[in-house]
């Protein structure tokens, strides 16, 4: 898992790159996992925001959207189902949420997993497959 760093870096340009493209801003995760889903290697960057916080929250259980947390959730959904998030094979658990917008891809020596959050889960998905066909071009 050693050599992961030169091609997240190219990942997630790619998927910066796209985010701007679209004109979305959210968050980013890259992770290289084993195949027990114990041992990951994973980088994050936040495009322009990190979390969104609308103007009136009264009466909602959560005032607002943390990107880094639903990055996360699609991430562990993943980790737990080996399928993208979103399938909805199974319910969600405590601190998932079951959204789309992660994929997982089988190599060799594990899983590698795209995940964007903080646009619609169409986009979300759009971006992440941007960072994963950067790493199926070139591994």
Known sequence: MDHFQPIAEKMIAEMETLARKLDVSGVILIARMDKDGLSWISQM???????VVPENTEGHTYPGYNFIGIAYSKAAEM????????SKIRPAYQG??????GLIHEIEIGYILTVFSGATEELDLKIAQ???????SCC
């Open 45 to 51: 960057k936040a495009v322009e925001i990190m979390k």
């Open 79 to 86: 980790a737990d189902t080996r399928l993208n998030s979103g």
């Open 96 to 101: 998932e949420f079951g959204y789309s917008g």
């Open 130 to 136: 941007a960072g994963l066909d950067i790493y199926l």
